[in-house]
């Protein structure tokens, strides 16, 4: 069955130190893989894709096949990057629970 | 409209009774999609729409939701005899093509409270 897995749901970090959101998937194809991001009073939006490969925000997104995870890292965090982020699969949009994260000043 | 919308905003009901929320999509999306999104739950998928395709109706939690999308266009989400777990943000996404191919656009959702 296809499943994404978000083992944190909540992750606190302080400004200018390094966040890593952990996605991981269960999926028998070439997955697909997006990040989704609602902050505070904002609607759900799509921050990146993983067949982009773009980096949004200083945030980038490396698919890896062999640990089937798809994890959401910035090296320096900022305050607004404080909401809650959701990881997606392609071909099913059922979203992993989420993780909120708070970056402390 | 630009964007996805939904009403009412906010919906107070008592429980028991029955309520309708609506999505009106991008126009042009042929992909619908309803979500409930819950303290602690994360976002639960609902149902799915794509163009003239039967819905993808696993993720209903009981016989008493149901959803209609009329046209290919607007969508009404109808939940019967409303329970207090039903108190939930509802949202709805629709996309230019279907299940997950393109971005999903969110409307600001319809947050309904059971008493």
């Known amino acids: 069955a296809q499943r994404v897995t978000q083992p944190e749901k909540l992750l606190s970090v302080f400004k200018g130190a390094p966040v890593e959101l952990k996605c991981n998937y269960s999926y028998s194809g070439s997955p697909e893989l997006f990040w989704y991001v609602q902050y505070s009073r904002q609607r759900l939006q799509l921050l990146l894709r993983?067949?982009s490969r773009e980096s949004i925000k200083g945030f980038t997104a490396d698919l890896n096949k062999g640990e089937t995870s798809f994890h959401l890292k910035k090296p320096f965090a900022q305050e607004e990057d404080s909401a809650m982020y959701y990881c997606?699969?392609?071909?099913?949009?059922?979203f992993g629970a989420g993780t909120r994260l708070t970056v402390k000043p | 409209g630009a964007g996805v919308s939904q009403s009412p905003s906010n919906k107070v009901t008592e429980k028991g009774k029955d309520v309708e929320l609506r999505c009106d999509p991008i126009?042009?999306?042929?992909?619908l999609y309803w979500y409930r999104q819950s303290l602690g739950q994360g976002l639960e998928f609902l149902i799915y729409f794509q163009g003239n395709s039967a819905p993808d109706k696993s993720g209903l939690p009981s016989d008493r939701f149901s959803a209609e999308r009329t046209g290919g266009s607007v969508s009404t989400l109808t939940i019967q005899r409303t329970q207090q777990e039903d108190s939930a943000v509802y949202l709805c996404a629709s996309s230019l093509s279907g299940w997950g191919n393109t971005e999903a656009f969110f409307g600001q959702g319809t947050r309904l409270t059971v008493v």
């Open positions: 126009s042009g999306h042929t992909a």
């Open positions: 993983h067949i």
């Open positions: 997606a699969l392609m071909g099913d949009m059922r």
